[in-house]
């Protein structure tokens, strides 16, 4: 009787469970949307409740579709959007309010009182994080502070705290576990690089540590399912990892130096760091993964606008009718004709950090049409990708191998050419794009035995296309300073950024 390997993908706007094979190939998929909730300006919430019926449903539906046995699944992985927060009453398995997601900018007041207090440097050295309001420990403050119940419950021991992760692992074993994996806790500003929940920040947030998860390996036992409704019992929930750490996983990037780039709206880049965490000023430091009681580190860095700047061009100049269209009009022009568009819609993410920075195209002459303006989008997304990476090699000292990547954007054969050529390495596009879910199926295989090591995973990736660079270094290099002299034009009074 064949075996099988569940993944649930749990994500901002909807969740994903894939049945895979031990060999990690695709079998059956189902796709349940959750609703988002806007009830103030800046606040982003979800139903904790609603989450939970999204991942019964397509836990359900994902099984019928393959028409399998439910005893045939022996090992299930869970990965989740990162950062959103909830708390829930201990006995009853209530929550206290709706789930706080990642994007919610709430905390901002928080957040500037913690910096006024000078903790700034220390956070950061702490946790390798920035004080945000994206982080978790800011809005679980929140919840405490405005919720005089909550507040009463978590003193008496009665409240507990959990990212999507830890919600979903005691919803799954009946309430039987509370815990969460190294890689999710170290995007809470609540666990240090050491991997420990800190004292001294729970502390100064006002939250009593009887309401955390235990913290467990993200490779590893975290319990059985329990019988409800349409999940079967007795499935060992054997791995868990934030969304982007198990897409790291899925692209196989298992040695220091080693990176993957989800193209997405933005850009998440991670870059396997090895065994020791990397400081940064510029990107955060953040747990990879945590296996046989030793944790993995990576670097991570944000392009706030990639694919953003292609739907812009399709919806605010439409000047192409959908974002495919943008890969064959800029193959259409030879370069860009000395133009360079910066998409700082919504100011500029990492390595500069400003806010306040706005966008620009410049280089424009009689000669330009729309063709170079489409090509200058795609190429920034490129050269954005190049400031991040540039920064992580610099602080980690360990040269960049390769890069694989994801999204949709990645599907621009144009866009991943140019990112070879501009970052002089092979970029890699697996066949299979459910890297994030299948990083989870990989983690849960490895914890359950069917994978011994990482070599066992390996043969389980697969390459869609190879990108190598073509490009020579002088016009390499020409064409990144140009863009660096466009990204000066656009930074604000407020950024510390040299170029």
Same mark, same amino acid.
């Given at each position: ?30 796709? $349940? ?69 990642? $994007? ?389 009074? $407020? ?5």
């Amino acid at each position: 009787m064949d075996s099988y390997i569940l993944a649930i993908d749990q994500g901002t706007t909807g969740t994903t469970v894939i049945l895979f094979d031990t060999s990690c190939k695709m079998i059956a998929r189902s796709y $349940q949307e959750i609703k988002q909730y806007y009830p103030e300006p800046g606040w982003v919430e979800h139903d904790p409740e609603e989450i939970w019926r999204s991942v019964t449903v397509a836990i359900a539906d994902t099984i019928a579709e393959a028409g399998i046995e439910a005893r045939q699944i022996i090992a299930l992985g869970i990965t989740n959007q990162r950062e959103t927060t909830l708390l829930w009453n201990k006995d009853t398995g209530k929550p206290y309010c709706r789930a706080i997601v990642w $994007q919610c900018r709430r905390t901002t007041p928080i957040c500037e009182q913690l910096k006024k207090m000078g903790l700034a440097n220390d956070v950061s050295q702490r946790t390798g994080l920035i004080i945000d309001p994206y982080f978790s420990g800011t809005k679980l403050q929140w919840i405490l502070d405005h919720n005089d119940t909550a507040r009463s419950d978590a003193n008496q021991g009665k409240a507990l705290f959990g990212t999507v992760d830890s919600w979903l692992i005691w919803k799954l074993t009946g309430g039987q576990v509370h815990a969460t994996d190294y890689s999710n806790a170290s995007r809470t500003m609540l666990m240090n690089l050491r991997g420990e929940w800190d004292d001294g920040l729970l502390k100064c947030l006002r939250i009593p540590k009887s309401v955390l998860p235990e913290l467990r390996d993200s490779i590893g036992c975290f319990g059985k399912t329990v019988q409800n409704g349409a999940i079967p019992a007795g499935i060992p929930i054997c791995g868990v990892a934030g969304d982007q750490q198990a897409a790291l996983f899925g692209q196989n990037c298992f040695e220091p130096g080693t990176a993957k780039n989800t193209y997405g709206t933005g850009c998440f880049i991670l870059m396997n760091t090895g065994e020791k965490p990397v400081a940064s000023s510029k990107l955060l430091s953040t747990v990879a993964w945590g296996r046989n009681g030793k944790l993995t580190y990576a670097l991570e860095g944000s392009v706030f606008t990639a694919g953003a700047a292609i739907k812009w061009l399709r919806d605010g100049l439409r000047i192409i009718t959908s974002a495919a269209d943008s890969e064959f009009i800029a193959k259409e022009v030879p370069d860009s004709g000395g133009v360079y568009f910066v998409p700082a819609f919504v100011g500029l993410g990492a390595p500069y950090w400003d806010a306040d920075a706005r966008g620009t195209i410049v280089g424009i002459t009689q000669g330009t049409d729309y063709r170079h303006i489409i090509r200058s989008a795609l190429e920034a997304i490129a050269y954005q990708s190049r400031d991040v990476f540039d920064v992580m090699v610099a602080d980690s000292g360990v040269p960049l191998k390769h890069l694989r990547v994801d999204g949709g954007a990645s599907a621009n054969n144009f866009l991943m050419q140019f990112q070879a050529d501009i970052l002089d390495i092979v970029v890699e596009r697996p066949a299979l794009v459910e890297t994030t879910a299948q990083g989870a199926a990989f983690m849960a295989g490895m914890g359950a035995g069917v994978f011994k090591d990482y070599k066992d995973i390996v043969a389980g990736w697969h390459s869609d296309r190879i990108f190598s660079p073509r490009m020579n270094s002088h016009e390499r290099e020409k064409l990144y300073a140009d863009w660096h002299a466009a990204v000066a034009r656009v930074l604000s009074s $407020q950024s510390s950024w040299g170029i």
